[in-house]
């Protein structure tokens, strides 16, 4: 399997974003995930859908002068995971990520992407695990059927801190919505001190996997310290068929410690490791 390598946009987040997409060309990447983070990414979902077309379009003439591809949109209505969850029981907080999630498939089209990315949605702690969850379940069906009439791929993150914080919950969710896929990282997991072997069920469903060092404790780690065994990843993905974009994911923020690492030097040290496997 020869891997299509992204980096992510908000790896760089103290550059410019003309900068970042030019920082990630130089370091020989072909595509680029772009982060729509409301409050803390480069371009953000306030500005950029306001014409989400003509926007997507700006951002793929960018993208296309650097020789890049956009891998995945990204999108987060929030800084926190509560305020615009796709399950919130507030009704008019719901209705707006719906809206805004259109203004993504409509963007991502524009801009080339073929696959888009959310947060699952949280345990509200007022009502029923149960009623919680059947409400994700909702509105991500919802959200598989709209992301297909356009022809794109729509998956969500298990991550510390949703409603599926657990390769279990993950896979069930994943069973239990048509059409949905995950984007896999196994550092959410990791960070538990659950096991690659617990984790690996997960692989085939993945159609878009981030990449970065972890260790238990520790959601963002060097490599130097990381636990995750990569190259048994990787042979999954070759043996699952994997279609999707290899995209390497170190974040710079003071949120779980992900302050810490040298995200140049870590992400071209796994950028390596995937290329030894994969060529």
């Not at 103290?14 to 900068?19: M, P, Q, S, T, V």
């Not at 994911?249 to 030894?276: A, G």
Request: aromatic content about 8%; hydrophobic content about 35%.
């Amino acid at each position: 399997m020869r891997a299509r390598l992204a980096c992510a946009d908000f790896t760089f987040p103290l550059l410019e974003h003309h900068a970042s997409l030019q920082l990630i060309q130089l370091m020989g990447f072909q595509g680029v995930d772009i982060g729509l983070f409301e409050g803390r990414s480069h371009i953000q979902p306030s500005g950029e859908f306001a014409d989400p077309v003509r926007s997507g379009q700006r951002l793929e003439h960018r993208l296309s002068n650097l020789g890049l591809e956009v891998a995945d949109i990204f999108l987060q209505l929030d800084t926190d995971f509560v305020s615009f969850a796709i399950n919130q029981p507030d009704d008019t907080r719901r209705r707006h990520a719906r809206e805004q999630f259109l203004r993504a498939l409509d963007y991502a089209a524009a801009c080339g992407s073929r696959h888009v990315t959310t947060l699952p949605g949280v345990r509200f702690p007022e009502e029923s695990h149960r009623d919680s969850l059947d409400r994700v379940k909702e509105e991500l069906a919802w959200r598989v059927e709209r992301a297909q009439r356009l022809r794109l791929e729509f998956s969500v993150e298990a991550h510390v801190g949703s409603i599926v914080d657990t390769p279990r919950k993950a896979r069930a969710l994943a069973r239990g919505v048509d059409g949905l896929t995950l984007t896999l990282d196994y550092t959410h997991f990791t960070r538990q001190g659950v096991t690659d072997e617990e984790i690996e069920p997960l692989v085939e469903h993945a159609s878009h996997f981030h990449f970065r060092g972890a260790r238990q404790n520790r959601l963002q780690a060097s490599m130097a310290e990381n636990t995750i065994d990569y190259e048994r990843v990787l042979t999954r993905m070759e043996e699952v068929g994997y279609p999707g974009w290899h995209a390497v994911e170190y974040v710079w923020s003071d949120w779980e410690h992900c302050n810490e690492c040298d995200n140049v030097s870590e992400t071209i040290i796994l950028r390596d490791l995937i290329r030894r496997h994969c060529t």
